[in-house]
């Protein structure tokens, strides 16, 4: 089945990712999800509220405790795909996210503020986060971070497929140009421009 979809599909895959909008339109205009992409026939009968559970291998918590993540906190990650690199036109401003940090600690100063990223060259630093873990982890690290944050702020993208598949808890999902109705996920706080 696969390879029969490959051989009619052939040019989305020899173009990827050039290609991924069209795949998107093709799940718009069959009522289907980015989850449900893989089921490309129906034969794994994938609905929108399928779910797979990732696990975390080790003790999560010690890496909270080696970097001082003692209390309630909110991850913040803002960085793309490698093969988007910079500043991505999926991602709200940095000096968007430097202002929501900032009242983020006025109204919840209970909480810490961390930022994750797998490189400085991707996810530059915001000010006035409390930890700053870019390039620092693991993705077990991350995993664990994804588990125990209080709450996610991000664009759409892998650390949000990743906390639902942890089970993790809600995210607030910053939306560019890429399709709320073909990449959210019920029970994030998706937020688009208009």
């Known amino acids: 089945r696969c390879q029969a ?3 009619r599909e052939h040019y989305i895959f020899d173009n990827s990712p050039d290609l991924d909008g069209l795949t998107g339109i093709r799940c718009a205009l069959s009522g289907t999800s980015r989850l449900q992409q893989p089921d490309f ?9 399928f779910e797979f559970h990732a696990v975390v291998n080790g003790d999560p918590t010690a890496f909270l405790k080696e970097h001082g993540i003692d209390r309630p906190f909110i ?3 803002r960085g793309n ?9 999926k991602l709200w401003p940095l000096g968007s996210y430097v202002s929501l940090i900032r009242m ?11 930022q994750i990223g797998v490189s400085r060259e991707r996810c530059p630093h915001m000010d006035g986060v409390d930890i700053d873990l870019v390039g620092q982890t693991t993705m077990e690290d991350v995993k664990g971070m994804m588990m125990y944050s209080s709450l996610h702020v991000d664009a759409e993208g892998g650390f949000v497929l990743l906390r639902r598949c942890l089970m ?10 890429t399709s709320k ?3 959210a996920y019920d029970g994030n706080i998706n937020i688009t421009r208009d």
């Open 5 to 7: 979809f490959y051989e």
């Open 41 to 49: 026939d129906g034969t794994l009968k994938i609905g929108k509220d």
């Open 75 to 77: 991850t913040f990650h």
């Open 81 to 89: 795909d490698v093969a988007y690199g910079g500043d991505a036109v």
């Open 104 to 114: 983020v600690k006025e109204k919840y100063p209970d909480y810490l503020t961390v």
């Open 168 to 177: 993790g808890g809600q995210s607030v999902v910053l939306f560019g140009p």
């Open 181 to 183: 109705r073909l990449y």
